[in-house]
């Protein structure tokens, strides 16, 4: 365990030192639950959203995507049932008042418990093992009564009252904006039940114990898919949108013994069915992606709560329904700390300790490095240059780097996961205008001409 955890601090560390990701206000002291990308970050996120969209959108024929407003008629969130009951159960340390969320406490304990569970159900639970679980930051045994906590965030936005009278809620999931415009996208489009609409969208949850870096934050992005079906068709389509997801994440990398599928026990009032996709974090195996079985409840609360009708009417057979919804939801953090985590590699290479990042080629921040041999020899910088110059032009994220040796320079390529550095020597310039092209993962390097050095790469990033 103590490896595993030390895994978790080490990629927090590189995650700062080099720019993937900081602490939320970090100049200020830091905020829990809120990260900022930084530039390597940015570029390894957008690089898994594109993949994500490319292959839930682009490459099918019975997706579409869209974008939300996150902002919505605060009815929305009364229809979906959060105001009422999305909350997580609270209680409170009696001597210092640290809050901790009680069914996770109880999980670290061993006792079987989630958020699903009601709250008198939780409430026993807890009063049976109190004696057992601590206050983190004090110590002591001694709690609150359990309550239901609301995670949803209020906000003043078109509320001028002054008082907060009228509050707005900021987005508790994405998928709300989806079923929102399903009437919209089924007059605007040609699509056809079964369909599916995809979105990359904000939401955020006032988590009672944010926790595990991106694991666990206040604000995220969820990456969502609803597919929309015939009522009673749901099964065979459900098991495909399950394999679909599952390969998604092997296609791209991630070791296929690394991640699980889990059923959920409680299912919530609406669901028919909930699998979990578990990645194994090095924190044990945990939620990675949530695949449920909607039913139709999500379009019939918003068809009565708005008074519009969103029956789909079978352009076929007249037939009219309300369809019947399969989600893929999963958090752009937590997926991105999937990555990182399976990623993570230290290894040995000629001899030397390294750290690198075995990212696909498809995700990694930098694509290529360029380096000239030698810094003081204008001739090789300027063709190193030259080179830089129409990588970037083709393949964007392309550094140059002529600083230190060059066994230094392919440490902090590997380290943020660059899968080919190119270096210009005096072969290039005086003999056969070939350079060397050295491959991150088995440190052996070929020479291939310049002519050929696109084409080559383009390859393998395809
Ligand atoms: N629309 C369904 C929905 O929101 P969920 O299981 O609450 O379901 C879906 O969330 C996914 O969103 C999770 O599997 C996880 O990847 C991500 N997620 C949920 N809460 C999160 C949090 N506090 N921090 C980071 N990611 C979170």
């Not at 905020?31 to 996120?45: H, I, K, N, Q, V």
């Not at 026993?124 to 045994?141: A, D, T």
């Not at 609150?144 to 078109?158: D, H, I, Q, W, Y």
């Not at 999931?173 to 009437?183: H, S, V």
């Amino acid at each position: 365990m103590a490896e595993k955890e030390n895994k978790m601090e080490k990629i927090v560390s590189l995650c700062k030192r080099r720019g993937f990701v900081f602490q939320g206000s970090e100049i200020y002291g830091g905020m829990a639950g809120l990260y900022d990308f930084g530039p390597y970050g940015a570029e390894l996120l957008n690089n898994l959203k594109s993949e994500w969209w490319k292959t839930h959108v682009r490459l099918r024929d019975d997706y579409v995507g869209i974008d939300s407003a996150m902002f919505k008629d605060p009815r929305v969130w009364e229809a979906s049932g959060h105001t009422s009951g999305f909350s997580d159960p609270l209680s409170e340390c009696k001597k210092c008042n640290t809050r901790i969320r009680v069914d996770k406490e109880l999980n670290n304990i061993g006792v079987s418990a989630d958020e699903k569970m009601s709250e008198l159900a939780l409430q026993n639970l807890f009063e049976e093992n109190k004696n057992k679980i601590s206050c983190p930051k004090c110590g002591s045994h001694d709690f609150t009564p359990t309550r239901a906590f609301n995670l949803l965030v209020k906000s003043n936005l078109g509320d001028f009252t002054s008082e907060g009278k009228n509050p707005v809620y900021l987005p508790g999931e994405a998928c709300q904006g989806i079923y929102l415009n399903f009437k919209n996208v089924v007059n605007s489009t040609r699509m056809q039940i079964p369909f599916g609409i995809a979105q990359i969208g904000k939401a955020f949850r006032n988590e009672i114990s944010p926790r595990n870096f991106l694991f666990r934050t206040r604000e995220m992005e969820q990456a969502d898919t609803q597919y929309f079906v015939k009522p009673n068709e749901n099964k065979e389509e459900y098991e495909k949108i399950k394999k679909y997801r599952f390969d998604w994440y092997v296609g791209l990398g991630i070791n296929s013994e690394n991640l699980k599928f889990v059923q959920h026990e409680n299912l919530v009032f609406y669901a028919k069915d909930a699998w979990d996709i578990e990645y194994n974090f090095p924190t044990g195996f945990d939620e990675l992606e949530g695949i449920h079985d909607r039913s139709d409840y999500d379009l019939t609360q918003h068809m009565k709560y708005s008074g519009t009708d969103l029956n789909y009417t079978d352009p076929y057979t007249g037939e009219k329904y309300i369809p019947w919804v399969l989600e893929t939801s999963v958090g752009m953090g937590r997926m991105f700390l999937a990555f990182m985590c399976d990623a993570y590699t230290e290894d040995e290479l000629g001899g030397e300790a390294r750290v690198v990042l075995k990212l696909s080629p498809k995700l990694a921040p930098v694509k290529a490095a360029v380096f000239p041999l030698l810094k003081n020899k204008p001739e090789l910088v300027k063709k190193a240059r030259e080179i830089f110059g129409n990588l970037k032009k083709e393949f964007g994220s392309v550094e140059f780097d002529d600083n230190g040796n060059i066994g230094k320079r392919y440490r902090r390529q590997d380290e943020i996961g660059t899968p080919y550095c190119i270096t210009v020597d005096f072969d290039t310039i005086e003999k056969d205008q070939t350079v060397t092209i050295r491959d991150r993962d088995s440190g052996k390097q070929e020479r291939v001409s310049e002519n050929d050095l696109i084409p080559y790469l383009k390859e393998k990033f395809s």
